[in-house]
């Protein structure tokens, strides 16, 4: 089970390999950002939105957790997005500027975690509206895995345009910690 200090040192990293991903993906033109280069959710900017649109739905889905976390209260309130290939942002720059306020959203929700909510189950309802209850600290490790895997072929996608983001190794942000 994580602890509330590795929730918190995976909002980091996610924060820190967000900033590298879009830095080197603002280093190219819209249409190679939009460019279909055959992955699941087709372009750069198809897997971008798909990554920030799994993060609106599980971290409304974490707000209604008993601790009712503050930082997840807007959140609670905006429409739920209604599929995971929706496109809320058809510009980069956009979807940037709302990725860098996720990513402070996560950071505050992390911080509110303790060990007793992480013991806690979470009730929700998946994409198809099936209820569903499951460990809140399973639910917390795939929200995060998610991130990376996608993340990971955002990365491979940007080599594919010329782009190389660097050290993605978690050690990385660890060692300049």
Known sequence: M???HDLA???RYNRWMNEKIYTAANTLTAEEIEKDRGAYFKSI???LNHVYVADIIWLQRFSEHPAHFSALAPLAKRAKPS???MVLYDRLP????ARVQMDSTITKFTSEITQF????????KNMAGIPMTKPFSDLLQHFFNHQT?????????LLQAGKDIGVTDLLALIDNV
């Open 9 to 11: 040192l995976m909002a």
């Open 83 to 85: 599929s995971l290939d």
């Open 94 to 97: 956009d979807l940037w500027e």
């Open 2 to 4: 994580p602890t509330p």
């Open 45 to 47: 900017l198809g897997t």
């Open 117 to 124: 909510d992480l013991n806690q189950t979470l009730t929700y």
């Open 149 to 157: 895997h996608h993340r990971g072929q955002v990365s491979t996608l």
